[in-house]
Structure formats: structure tokens, C-alpha cells
């Protein structure tokens, strides 16, 4: 009997990102995604806050949203907003909190409920690969603003406002990471803060800010938060379990867990830029980050990241490349975005040694006799 298949082939979407090659485990060095630190999760009393908060109301497992309703688990969004008070500048309510799993899916209730295909949003020139594809997706127009030390250039967010305007067109909002900016580690000057403010209330536009990383900051001090809240989330909750566990662990450790986790951090930091600058010398350019879990790195013209990436793979050093974290192209194309945070400050040297020889080998850069050199003048 002949075997039937069937062409799932002309049913793609044609907006679909390239296949995914198969999982083949985490290569030996591991410089990808948002990793963090294993020797820093507090596993001992994750345990004893899941048993402490299972034996106290389990139970509540057997309903949707915990008998705290569709917006999360009330004694975690009870915590947030006590912190976001104090560590944010951020005055609200547990109700006006929304629990979701991850950020996407926060991008997605947001994109769902403003855009439309050929609407247009204003967004850093390096952002979040995953706000970058989604709006990629919807077949939205990304205008990338450029960001320098202290963050997104407001100028720049002016000019293209008027220029929007100008052509008769609204952005639907401006996104921007303006604490611990991803990948470029800036955070958004105070002055600059209150300039993006008035241009939203001017121009008629909302700010649609993420602020995933904004506790890891070397020195702990954050400057107040822009927000806003969208309460639009209709699922059946957000992950039952994981949000009792994290308000049980919360409300007694948080406070004391992020300083030791940010100190292992900038020690990671350290060794990174140590490793690149013996490495790369002067190839590689970089700024010290002022927090998270990321090093942008800008290598010559002449280097591909997209290819470098799959040659160093096959090395087994793991990066991403610019292309995915930018606007533009040609701006990504020698850029690469380096998590500092999962492997250990061995394997950070060791793959920084390979990643070197691999670029050496692929684009003729650095140059191993200036490594040398540097060496000896030590």
C-alpha cells in the first residue's frame, strides 16, 4: 500500500521566520538568549517556599486563577505593586496589575489591541529581538531611533515624530526598554525621561515601555519608571504553581537575592570585557553597561555576525548576531549581543578564545600579532 502524505507547504503563512535547525543541546559555550546565573538561583528556598505555600492553600489549584481571579495570583500582584512603589515611583493597585506568561505574550495583548498591518511604532535602533519579529510579523512599520550612552535619543524621537506627522501619519506608540536597555545596557537620563513624556503628550502617542531588567543594576538605584496599563488579558491564567512559589519567595527574600545575583553579574561583566579586549583588542568595541546580562559588541565593517555565528557554532561558541537585535541591516550586520550571565568565568574566557580564532580565521580580524603586542606591553 502506497504511504499518503500531505504538502503543508503552499499552507505556510508567508510571513513565517526561517525554520529552527533541531535542538541539538547548549553548545559549549553559551553566549545566547537570557540565561542568568545558575549558581545564583535560589533553589533551597524555592523549595521551602513551594512547600510552605502548597501545605497553606493547594488546594486552590483545583479552580482557573487561584480564587484570585483572571488578573493572577492576588498576594504576587500584591507584592508588585508594593514594589513597584517602592523601587519604580509606580502608584497603583494589585487590580491594576495583569500576571502574564512572559513578555511576549504582554507584546502580543498590546500589538493585538492597536495595530494593524501598516500601522507604524517607533522603537531603539537595537531593541528586543522578540518586539523586533512581532512587529515584523504584523507587517509594521518599525521606525528605529538611535540611542546613545544615556539611551534613546529624544531628538531623534522629535524629528521623527514631526516627520511622521508631516506625511499624515499617527504612530500607534513609541516602545522603548529605558531602564537596562536590551542589547545596549544604557538607561534613559532623567531629563531625557521627561522629554519622551512630553513628546507623547504632544504628538498624542503612547509609550509602551518594557522593563525586564531594571533590578540588575550594578550601583541598585533606578530611576522612576514610565507606564502604562492595558488590562486586556483573557486566557485561563498565567502559570498556577510558578506564581504562588514567586510570591511566597518574594515577600521574604527578593530584597536580599537581587544584590548578591547583580555582584555575580558584574563579576561575569568583568571577565567578559577582560576576555574581549585580550582577545580582540581594539576589534571589538563595546560600553560598560550599567546593568543586565548583556554586552553589545561592534567588531570591524568587514565582519558578518550572521555568518560568524554559524561558523563559531560549529565551534561551539553561541552568539547572536546584530541583524536580529536592530532595525536595520546593514546597522546589525557586525554587531553581536553576548549573555554574560549562565556560563561560568572559565567558559566565558575559553569561548571568547575560540570565538577570536574563529573570526580570525572567517574575516582575517583581530590580527593575532596586535594581540601579542598588547600582551607584551602589559
Known amino acids: 500500500m502506497a504511504s499518503a502524505s500531505f504538502d503543508f507547504a503552499p499552507l505556510w503563512a508567508p510571513s513565517l521566520p526561517p525554520p529552527a535547525a533541531k535542538w541539538t543541546g547548549f553548545p559549549k559555550y553559551n553566549f545566547t538568549g537570557g540565561n542568568n546565573d545558575a549558581d545564583h538561583v535560589p533553589v533551597d528556598r524555592l523549595m521551602a517556599a513551594a512547600t510552605a505555600v502548597l501545605a497553606r492553600e493547594g488546594s486552590t489549584l483545583a479552580t482557573y486563577g487561584l480564587e484570585s481571579g483572571p488578573l493572577g495570583y492576588r498576594p504576587l500582584r500584591e507584592f508588585l505593586a508594593g514594589k513597584l512603589k517602592r523601587t519604580a515611583g509606580i502608584a497603583c493597585t494589585a487590580d491594576e496589575i495583569l500576571i502574564t506568561s512572559g513578555s511576549l505574550q504582554a507584546l502580543d495583548l498590546v500589538n493585538g489591541a492597536l495595530l494593524a498591518r501598516g500601522d507604524t511604532v517607533l522603537i531603539e535602533q537595537e531593541s528586543y529581538q522578540g518586539a523586533l519579529t512581532r512587529l515584523a510579523r504584523l507587517g509594521v512599520n518599525a521606525v528605529g531611533i538611535p540611542l ?223 594581540n601579542v603586542e598588547r600582551r607584551a606591553r602589559a
Open 148 to 370: 546613545d550612552r544615556d539611551g534613546l535619543r529624544t531628538d531623534a524621537v522629535a524629528a521623527a515624530l514631526d516627520d511622521l506627522k508631516r506625511r499624515g501619519i499617527r504612530a500607534k506608540y513609541i516602545y522603548t526598554i529605558p531602564t537596562v536597555q536590551n542589547p545596549t545596557g544604557t538607561i534613559l537620563s532623567e531629563q531625557r525621561r521627561h522629554e519622551l513624556l512630553r513628546l507623547s503628550e504632544q504628538h498624542h502617542v503612547p509609550i509602551f515601555e518594557d522593563d525586564c531588567y531594571a533590578d540588575l543594576i550594578w550601583d541598585g538605584r533606578r530611576p522612576a519608571a514610565l507606564y502604562a496599563i492595558l488590562a486586556l488579558k483573557t486566557d485561563a491564567g498565567s502559570g498556577a504553581l510558578e506564581q504562588m512559589v514567586l510570591a511566597e519567595f518574594c515577600a521574604s527574600h527578593f530584597t536580599d537575592h537581587v544584590p548578591r545575583l547583580t555582584r555575580g553579574l558584574r563579576a561575569k561583566l568583568e571577565t567578559l570585557m577582560e576576555a574581549l579586549a585580550e582577545q580582540f583588542g581594539t576589534s571589538a568595541e563595546f560600553d560598560d553597561p550599567k546593568g543586565g546580562i548583556f554586552l553589545w559588541v561592534k567588531l570591524p565593517d568587514a565582519v558578518d555576525t550572521q555568518k560568524l555565528a554559524q561558523a563559531a557554532l560549529a565551534a561551539g561558541v553561541a552568539i547572536n548576531p546584530g541583524r536580529d537585535w536592530s532595525t536595520q541591516e546593514a546597522y546589525g550586520k557586525s554587531r553581536l549581543r553576548l549573555c554574560f550571565a549562565n556560563p561560568s568565568t572559565q567558559a566565558i574566557r575559553e569561548g571568547v578564545a575560540v570565538l577570536a580564532d574563529v573570526c580570525r580565521r572567517e574575516f582575517g580580524v583581530p590580527q593575532r600579532i596586535a
